[in-house]
């Protein structure tokens, strides 16, 4: 008797010539238990058991039970409507400050901090000297090159709440003073 090698089975045929070997018909599974399908989890139970039967597999439902898909028509996008919220109950308490600040040519200081609900900053350079010009930006790496220029008498007005950092000429010997007004408003 030969001996079959693993890639050898029943069915196998070496030479075409001799006929077609006969091919068993498909058989249909037998399953030993029926498998519920369960939707969108599949077969498989991950640990948790089924609480409902299938809609799938109506004969395991009980006698009374109906089992229906349900359509449910898209509902229709309605569109936004654009709300304002205005708190009533507050009061807004406009206010204003002034004071002085200095620029030197060392390195660049700040004029105004960054504060909350500001309306609006004036800076103006009250020097008297026709040289010192002062650069006036919005953080501290401000220079000759990316700050904006003032003059003495001039005045910048800024909107917003940003902080204002100011370098000097590096001519000037000595600090350079500036008149700096802030408008904010609080809620009372």
Request: no cysteine; charged share 20%.
């Amino acid at each position: 008797m030969p001996t079959e090698s693993p890639q050898e089975g029943p069915y196998t045929s070496y030479n075409q010539n001799e006929g077609a070997t006969a091919v068993p018909e498909n058989m249909s599974p037998i399953l030993d238990r029926p498998i519920p399908y369960l939707p969108y989890r599949g077969a498989m139970f991950h640990g948790v058991a089924p609480t409902e039967p299938s809609l799938y597999q109506a004969e395991e439902l009980p006698d009374d039970a109906v089992t229906t898909d349900v359509y449910h028509e898209p509902q229709e996008d309605i569109n936004p409507v654009a709300v304002r919220i205005v708190d009533t109950a507050a009061h807004e308490y406009k206010q204003w400050r002034a004071w002085q600040a200095f620029a030197n040519a060392a390195s660049p200081s700040m004029v105004a901090n960054r504060k909350e609900g500001q309306s609006s900053l004036r800076v103006k350079h009250i020097s008297t000297s026709g040289t010192d010009r002062v650069w006036i930006g919005p953080d501290p790496s401000v220079s000759i090159y990316t700050g904006y220029p003032l003059d003495p008498g001039d005045e910048m007005s800024f909107m917003g709440e940003a902080p204002v950092y100011a370098i000097a000429h590096t001519g000037v010997a000595g600090n350079v003073t500036l008149a700096v007004l802030s408008e904010f408003a609080t809620a009372q």
